[in-house]
């Protein structure tokens, strides 16, 4: 009841107004079933001797319609009084049913907006079970893109690294066929150089045989022709010698008091043509004046006979033995 005052406030205070009313009328109401007594008249009467019956019929007459207005005054006010509750029954029992009916659109619109409460907490927790769901497929859908290109990477990487791994034994298979290829052409080589170098220790050998043939043959020809040039040589100095020494002792004057039998062996340096540059005694006569004398006829025989060409490098310095006497 509470609630529907609360819910209706308007309603509720007009039906306390209602049950106030009647009640008032109830207390303060006229008895229905009481009979109507007469009034108390307050008309003094006045004792006269001589009654007017016409009048006093009139005034009886005047008195009946007076109580007759009353009571139809009555009737008429008990009948509306009456028509008055039955409207406030009639309007109590409206507002009645209104309030039920008002109440019950109240349970009926409560049950509907719990429903739909109901339903959009279902829908609201659907909304969010598709949502959590969504979520979830979504994270499932990255955690599989994830893996999936996780995956994807990890076969690049692997494809990358088996490529890497076959170049790098394709090169290693390159680099060790150019290994043997090198290694067989050094070998090749080797074969070669060291068949050039047999050939050419062969060519050296025969050619050093050679030449040691030829070596020897010129050396036992330049032996020959030394020993042929040594000997024309020593002819020709020989003979040079001889005409030195007898071209000095032309040009020697004996000192006075020299006896016989003196020599001495002279030093003499020569330049081209014969001059003499020097003469100096290695040997002494033993006496002074001889062995100035022997070096005094060597200055005076220049020009010395002498070779030319090679063999005067053999006079630049000689020496002899100066003996007057032969």
């Given at each position: 009841m509470f609630q529907i005052l609360k819910r209706n406030p308007r309603a509720g205070i007009f039906a306390v107004?209602?049950?106030?009313?009647?009640?008032?009328?109830?207390?303060?109401?006229?008895?229905?079933?009481?009979?109507?007594?007469?009034?108390?008249?307050?008309?003094?009467?006045?004792?006269?001797?001589?009654?007017?019956?016409?009048?006093?019929?009139?005034?009886?007459?005047?008195?009946k319609q007076a109580e007759v207005r009353r009571k139809t005054e009555r009737e008429s006010a008990r009948r509306k009084e009456e028509e008055r509750l039955a409207e406030l029954?009639?309007?109590?029992?409206?507002?009645?049913?209104?309030?039920?009916?008002?109440?019950?659109?109240?349970?009926?619109?409560e049950k509907k907006r719990k429903i739909e409460e109901q339903k959009q907490i279902a829908a609201e927790k659907k909304r969010k079970a598709e949502e959590q769901k969504k979520r979830e497929a979504e994270t499932k859908r990255k955690v599989e893109e994830q893996k999936r290109v996780a995956?994807?990477?990890?076969?690049?990487?692997?494809?990358?690294k088996k490529r890497e791994a076959e170049a790098k034994r394709k090169a290693e298979e390159q680099k060790r066929v150019a290994a043997e290829k090198k290694r067989k052409a050094e070998e090749?080589?080797?074969?070669?150089?060291?068949?050039?170098?047999?050939?050419?220790?062969?060519?050296?050998?025969?050619?050093?045989?050679?030449?040691?043939?030829?070596?020897?043959?010129?050396?036992?020809e330049a032996e020959m022709q030394a020993?042929?040039?040594?000997?024309?040589?020593?002819?020709?100095?020989?003979?040079?010698?001889?005409?030195?020494?007898?071209?000095?002792?032309?040009?020697?004057v004996r000192p006075a008091g020299i006896g016989e039998g003196l020599k001495c062996r002279l030093r003499v340096r020569l330049a081209p043509g014969g001059t003499v540059i020097a003469v100096s005694v290695l040997?002494?006569?033993?006496?002074?004046?001889?062995?100035?004398?022997?070096?005094?006829?060597?200055?005076?025989?220049?020009?010395l006979p002498v070779?030319?060409?090679?063999?005067?490098?053999?006079?630049?310095?000689?020496?002899?033995?100066?003996d007057p006497n032969k």
């Open positions: 107004l209602m049950h106030l009313a009647i009640i008032a009328f109830l207390v303060v109401g006229v008895d229905w079933l009481e009979k109507p007594k007469q009034p108390k008249s307050n008309v003094e009467v006045v004792q006269a001797r001589v009654i007017d019956d016409s009048r006093v019929a009139a005034e009886v007459e005047k008195l029954k009639r309007q109590q029992q409206e507002e009645k049913k209104r309030l039920t009916a008002l109440e019950q659109e109240r349970i009926a619109a995956a994807e990477k990890k076969r690049k990487a692997e494809e990358q090749q080589k080797k074969r070669e150089a060291e068949a050039k170098r047999k050939a050419d220790e062969k060519k050296r050998k025969e050619a050093e045989a050679r030449r040691q043939a030829e070596a020897a043959r010129k050396a036992r020993a042929v040039d040594a000997e024309r040589n020593a002819r020709e100095m020989d003979r040079y010698m001889v005409q030195i020494r007898q071209k000095v002792n032309r040009s020697w040997a002494s006569s033993g006496n002074g004046a001889f062995d100035r004398a022997a070096t005094s006829a060597v200055y005076k025989a220049e020009p070779p030319s060409g090679g063999l005067f490098e053999s006079f630049r310095d000689i020496n002899f033995l100066f």
